[in-house]
């Protein structure tokens, strides 16, 4: 049995097109118009496939497929998130939701009478770049934050979550942790560069690193460009970029295995002859080591404490995300890796730098993922690319493995 290659690209394709601004550039942030349409497609495509729509509270989409007499049993789950980034490719998350509606439109093309109902999930806001934290919609499927917190989270363009799922139509009734699925497995991109490196087909992905999320704010002292002496100056965009090279300092620290990224900064009063006043920047730490990622989280602290000190700066720290590392179910580890070895896929395990939300559906069910390869190692990028036939092998791969979940024990 194989997926419909074309169809499955064609719908890659068609829903890349979602989101794109004058400048063709991608960015479908949660909640966003741009999500919605990317939301009605998935919705549309999951009716012409035969699936019924469930939209929980916090406006995650379940596209199911199940019959009377299956539809008691704990469903088998697939999917991943549609939201993006700002300036996205299109196949991060993308990928994972349209497979899971290619191989339910494969097995019932081939007659196939799943024991249980299968389940495609497109989950709200895993990227997190409007409503932080990351993950979100997953997270309160999985019982890590109660549906009513989230919806009151404010975004950084100051919208709330529940008013804008409310405005885009996805504000739904169903009370989060639909149905516990027997398994979740997520294909996804790899999104960096070991398996195009290698040469590696498949990525059988056994671990996932932990992520945390900080706001940094730091205020100096506004003053003149020309007229401050050096001496004299309290500059919080000096602060700010100092911070920035303390954590690139310390993931070259012999043996690190941190990432550390500033992704956002903005000064005030921003004006190109005036000492910033005030710094405001966020802080993504990884590292797959829990003990090594809070060590750093503290080295961070007591840098930002010294800085105040050393430059007469005020510093306040406000957490925007924390997710530990995750170790993935061994048993469904292994139904991947023999899924690829069976299609004569070359495949290595490896640990997912991204976040993703199969890190919060292990938390409710057994969870593993399958990893395509990034040409390049690029993602978060409109550059972003992954080889049809490597799209195509990743959801035969998947196409099995839910097979095996949803037939009758032999
Ligand atoms: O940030 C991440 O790792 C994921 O893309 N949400
Ligand atoms: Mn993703
Ligand atoms: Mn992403």
Not at 212 to 232: C, D, K, L, Y
Not at 260 to 280: H, L, S, Y
Not at 317 to 343: H, Q
Not at 392 to 410: K, M, Q, R, T, W
Request: charged share 25%.
């Amino acid at each position: 049995m194989r997926i419909d290659g074309r169809r499955l690209i064609k719908n890659i394709e068609d829903l890349g097109k979602t989101g794109l601004d004058a400048q063709g550039r991608r960015s479908r942030t949660a909640a966003s118009d741009a999500d919605k349409a990317a939301r009605d497609l998935v919705c549309m495509w999951m009716e012409e496939t035969g699936m019924r729509i469930a939209v929980d509270k916090i406006g995650n989409i379940f596209g199911i497929w199940d019959s009377p007499d299956n539809k008691d049993e704990e469903p088998f789950m697939t999917g991943s998130h549609i939201d993006t980034v700002i300036n996205a490719g299109k196949y991060d998350g993308c990928l994972g939701v349209l497979a899971g509606i290619e191989i339910v439109r494969t097995l019932k093309e081939n007659g196939v009478k799943p024991v249980r109902p299968v389940v495609v999930a497109a989950f709200t806001n895993e990227e997190g770049v409007r409503y932080a934290p990351d993950m979100l919609g997953s997270l309160v499927y999985a019982g890590g934050l109660d549906a009513e917190t989230a919806l009151k989270i404010r975004g950084v363009d100051g919208s709330v979550l529940g008013d804008e799922l409310k405005r885009i139509g996805y504000a739904g009734s169903g009370e989060p942790g639909f149905a516990r699925p027997c398994a979740f497995i997520e294909l996804h991109i790899e999104q960096g560069p070991i398996l195009d490196q290698e040469g590696i087909q498949i990525g059988v992905v056994e671990d996932l690193q932990g992520i945390s999320w900080f706001e940094v704010t730091i205020e100096g002292r506004q003053n003149h460009a020309g007229t401050t002496p050096t001496a004299m100056r309290i500059d919080a965009g000096l602060a700010a970029s100092k911070v920035n090279v303390f954590l690139r300092d310390r993931c070259l620290l012999p043996g690190s295995r941190t990432v550390a990224t500033v992704g956002t900064i903005a000064f005030e009063p921003n004006a190109v002859n005036v000492i910033p006043e005030k710094a405001v920047f966020t802080v993504d730490l990884r590292n797959p080591d829990e003990e090594a990622l809070s060590a750093e989280e503290h080295a961070l602290m007591d840098y930002l404490r010294e800085l105040e000190k050393t430059d007469h700066v005020k510093v306040t720290v406000c957490r925007r995300s924390r997710f530990k590392p995750v170790l993935f179910d061994a048993g469904i580890v292994d139904m991947i890796e023999k899924g690829a070895a069976d299609r004569s896929l070359s495949c290595r395990r490896i640990t997912s730098g991204a976040g993703q939300d199969a890190q919060n559906l292990a938390t409710v069910c057994p969870t593993a993922m399958i990893f395509v390869p990034s040409i390049g190692g690029i993602s978060h990028n409109p550059q972003e690319y992954t080889r049809d036939e490597d799209v195509i092998n990743g959801a035969n791969v998947l196409l099995d493995v839910a097979l095996l979940n949803v037939s009758a024990p032999e």
